[in-house]
């Protein structure tokens, strides 16, 4: 079952992308900003016995560490660089532009959005690494 990492300050979009992605029969993890997001990879301390997730949800406005720094922390590591990205933010154009130059981006979403559609473009990326879903 792919395993997705949620990094976002704001507990109701947590709440609700957990409720939708469970759903699907996804395992999602979170973290409240790119500080603690690192943690939980096993980045920063260094812990490679951390599993890396499938793919990262990642809201850009945070406290502590936002989400271009913490996409810029993971590009500079070998277990970080290959997990793809789908930027969810309220942020408009420009944050787009910053973050489709980035090669581990594979979708950026802005807020609000429609659960349906984010569960099908989520399955759409982790099919097009070859990740299975098992529900």
């Not at 502590?64 to 720094?69: A, F, H, K």
């Amino acid at each position: 079952m792919p395993v997705i990492m949620v990094v976002d300050d704001e507990p109701d979009i947590v709440t609700l992308l957990r409720f939708a992605l469970e759903k699907e029969g996804y395992t999602v993890t979170e973290a409240g900003n790119g500080q603690i997001a690192l943690e939980r990879l096993g980045l920063e301390p260094v812990n490679p016995a951390l599993p890396l997730p499938d793919l990262i949800v990642l809201d850009i406005m945070m406290p502590v560490m936002d989400g271009y720094q913490l996409n810029m922390r993971l590009q500079t590591e070998p277990r970080g660089k290959d997990i793809p990205i789908l930027v969810l933010t309220a942020k408009g154009q420009k944050m787009r532009d910053l973050f489709e130059m980035a090669p581990n981006v594979a979708a950026y979403v802005q807020k609000p959005f429609d659960p349906k559609m984010l569960r099908e473009l989520i399955a759409g990326i982790l099919a097009s690494r070859g990740e299975k879903k098992n529900v």
